[in-house]
């Protein structure tokens, strides 16, 4: 079964700062990954999707993640937080037509 | 495009009664949808898909009888929580599948949520 896990459940970084939010996947198929962010009291907004084309994905709000398959991981990065980051962010993996989220990570950005 | 809304963003109901949370899908047509419950500071857990015309498919757990869903046309589905108590205050949000995947990969959008507080 297809399955996401995220490594630190917060991560707190400083304006400016890289951001780096872990997601591991466990998928018997190719996989299909997301990337999701929430913020408070809202649903969730797509920031960027891994659809088996190129490894390098691009997103929206200067995010980016690399699909790599022999560390199973589709980590999320960003290299200057903005304050305006600060939210709950969740990789997620397509099981059949479902999603898989994971429990998610909240990133905190300092000034 | 691609607008999924929720109605109401947020109720607050008395123990016993029961609560409809509409889900549209604004610009697309949507022949899947799913509702997702979230605890404070947890993950999404999935409740049901729900498919047009079709009965909808609950998830291991989940009470179909005390969680009605009705997928009625191409553009709604609707979550009623039955005599619903306390336990079930909770973030609900949905999602819909563009019919014609003008995004691809069969790119689920999300509504906003809504948030039950049974008192």
């Known amino acids: 079964a297809q399955s996401v896990t995220q490594l630190g459940s917060h991560v707190s970084v400083s304006e400016g700062a890289l951001v780096l939010l872990r997601c591991n996947y466990s998928?018997?198929?190719?996989?299909?990954l997301f990337w999701y962010v929430q913020y408070p009291n809202q649903g969730l907004q797509l920031l960027l999707k891994y659809t088996s084309a190129a490894t390098l994905v691009k997103g929206i709000n200067g995010f980016e993640a690399e699909f790599k398959k022999s560390e199973t991981s589709f980590h999320l990065t960003k290299p200057s937080a903005h304050m305006s980051d600060a939210a709950e962010y969740f990789c997620a993996v397509r099981a059949a037509e479902k999603l898989v989220f994971g429990k998610g990570t909240k990133l905190t950005v300092n000034p | 495009g691609a607008v999924v809304s929720q109605h109401p963003s947020r109720v607050i109901c008395k123990s016993g009664t029961s609560v409809k949370i509409e889900c549209r899908s604004l610009d697309f047509q949507a022949t899947t949808m799913f509702w997702y419950r979230q605890f404070p500071k947890k993950s999404l857990m999935l409740m049901a898909t729900?498919?047009?015309?079709?009965?909808?498919?609950?998830e291991q757990g989940v009470e179909k009888d005390k969680f009605l869903i009705n997928h009625a046309s191409l553009t709604l589905s609707t979550l009623t929580v039955t005599s619903a108590h306390p336990e079930d205050s909770s973030f609900y949000i949905c999602s819909a599948r563009d019919r014609n995947g003008r995004a691809g990969s069969n790119e689920q959008f999300f509504g906003p949520g809504t948030r039950l507080t049974v008192l």
């Open positions: 998928s018997s198929v190719p996989p299909y």
């Open positions: 729900s498919n047009e015309g079709s009965k909808a498919t609950y």
